[in-house]
């Protein structure tokens, strides 16, 4: 098996930032966010030359497939923290911070599928089809989980961006 | 707000974070050593394996490019939630076993190697001696908690602030009453910590750590008649810093959960040694591919609602909602002769069984969900519901030809996959699928 060349660090180089910011989305934690891309990257080093299609489809596919189990093996390696604030986005402080913090927040307390499902279709902005197929379920559960999870987003977050805009 | 608002609104939550600048050296470096791996395990060079262990060993610090940190200041992070225990006397009713003591800590010692997170480099730079937190006998035999200094920096795989940290690892007895790691943790950004663990070959123990929080714990999700679920959490009692609960014989510790009371969505601690499985990999849906079935003239219209109207009644009944909830992949939809809408699917939560239910939504628009319990797959019809009211059954089997009658009446028109039939102590339903032909008596 070959290393990947110069094709490999410019796919890297072009997309790390988008797929990054996807997995602070999805996780609520840029540290967790980095841990989860530079492992996609190195599962997609591996698999480079046997990659078909588009390598960001990939990447992207193998983002939401870690999150997932980073979830699912949370018995092992957990995402409620003990200590207030342990676990809440890291985010710089910038303007507007509460504002995004509390949207984050609001992601991170979605079931894990609902917030994929927001963070793909209204971030990544893919289509329900392909959303469906990179959470392996169907177009109508595409459906249900976003309508389910702007409700609850429109219940957590409004007040708080209604005050920031004062 | 609106889908745009949404958008705009994630994407300058996340404008200000940036790749790494050397993210491509580190993924190469990552990738590099993965090709590695894998070239090793192909060519399955076992006899080769102890002499490059010994290369690690010996390389070890230099490789790993700690030999900087082991001068560097040793100042406690302040958001080390396992601190505390380094600063307690030994408790538990070994305590003063010192026997014991030593073999928990040379336990501790001899695990890191094999450890899941010792590629993350936590065992790198260890700072004083092991602790023995808590020593006990449990049902499930000795057990302890040992605690150790890390310094803890950035990683290949960990990605933290550089500090003093506490590592935890959470020790019982195998069969033969050897003493064993279950699970080793460190306070990862980003993540919860683990509290408790079972510890226990033959009889077992959950042993859960007090962490100041009234704390219950529960064996397995509650199905009612009325297709709600709920755990029922029994508080834990603290004795020297820890609870220890004996479990039954024939306790399934993939179902146990530990929480915060009052329980609520969120409330979750986590306990090393409950075998969850590997999900990603494991499908336990009875019917793990997308489809729609209709169940007959007006159901099409709801095509587009059914899902979410299956998805929210069952979330509606389901308390203390589960770490891994697992949704239908196939909805069967219609009306009931008095107007009611209805949709069938399957719903699994956790490590437990998928079950089948009905959701029957009136004109009025009360909802109600009647179960249809575990599903057998290779039962004819492994989706068999008895509706209530006389509304008849709904019955289901993925790629069969459904067809019913009453007494000796005539067959009705087959229909795929799923079928609504009217309600009669002599209904029967006819199951064919790839030229056999099966039938079923509906009681």
Redesign the interface.
Known sequence: ?V??GDDF?IF??GT??R???TA??L?????????L???V??????RWRQIRGAPEAYARKALT?LV??R?????????????DH??RP???G?D?FA??DQ??IA?Q?L?P?QRAV??LR??E?LTEVQT?EILR?????V???A??A?GK??LS??PV?QEGLR | MSDIDLQHRMTTSVETVDAPSDLVDRVRQGGARRLRRRRFIAAAAVALSAVVVADVATAGPSVMGGRDDTTAAAVPATDDPYRFLLNQPTRGDLANDQIYLDQVVSTWDESHEKSLNQDRGIFDNLRGNPHVAWAGRTPGGRAAIVVQQSYLRKHDNLQIAKGLYTLIGFIGEDADGHSTLIADSYPAPGAGLITGFVTGSRQRALVMLDTGQKVGWSSKRIYADDGSSHLDYAPLKFTDGISVVPLRAGTDVRTIMVSVLPAGKFTHLFVAGTNWPDTSTRESRLWPTAASWPLGPGAEEMRNSAADLFGKTLDDVTAQYPLLAIDSLWHAYGKTANGSRLVVGEFAMDTDATRVYAVLQSPTGKTEVVPGGIPDPSAPLPVTIRLPNDQGWVVARRGARLSSRVGDGAWSTPRENAALVAENPKTEAKVEVAGSVQIVQLR
């Open positions: 098996m290393a990947p660090d890297v180089r790390s930032t797929l990054l910011r602070v989305l996780t609520g934690d840029r540290s967790a966010g980095e841990d891309v530079q492992e990257y190195e599962r997609v080093y591996v497939n997932a189990n979830w699912r093996n949370r018995s092992r390696k957990p995402e409620v923290a003990l200590a342990h676990d890291d985010l710089d910038a507007g504002i995004r949207l984050l992601l307390d079931p599928r927001i963070v209204y971030y902005d469906a379920c169907s177009v109508g559960t459906k249900s989980q309508s389910r702007l987003l429109r977050t409004e961006i």
